[in-house]
């Protein structure tokens, strides 16, 4: 049974840093896509970052530069360091799995349940 579990959630001021973590079990990170989605309140799910079984990290353009994802193979865990996060930063993020890359897609196999980001002034 696979499970996707994501900690390190919470409460940052602007300008601040969180780092989440996706703990999986039930396939190895290093043999899928992985992938982190976020939902703010009231707009749908977007895409955030993915890194592909080769280690290639990709972010969306509201992410780039201040988003760093990885992979710790050992660990069978992604992780997610923000950085400068701002207001509209402010989500549920949801970490996901897939077998191929495909660069944006939203159809992902596995999910977590998500950890709630808030980005306060």
């Known amino acids: 049974q696979v499970s996707l579990v994501e900690t390190g959630g919470g409460s940052v001021q602007l300008g601040g840093s969180l780092t989440l973590a996706c703990e999986v079990s039930?396939?190895?990170?290093?043999?899928?896509?992985m992938a982190w989605f976020r939902r703010a309140p009231g707009k749908e799910r977007e895409y955030v970052s993915a890194?592909?079984?080769?280690?290639?990290?990709y972010y969306s353009d509201a992410v780039k530069g201040r988003f760093s994802i990885d992979r710790d193979d050992a660990k069978n865990m992604v992780t997610l360091q923000m950085n400068s996060l701002q207001l509209e930063d402010t989500a549920v993020y949801y970490c996901a799995a897939r077998r191929l890359f495909v660069e944006r897609t939203p159809d992902y196999d596995y999910w977590g349940q998500g950890t709630q980001v808030t980005v306060s002034a």
């Open positions: 039930g396939l190895g990170v290093n043999n899928y896509v």
């Open positions: 890194i592909s079984t080769g280690g290639f990290a």
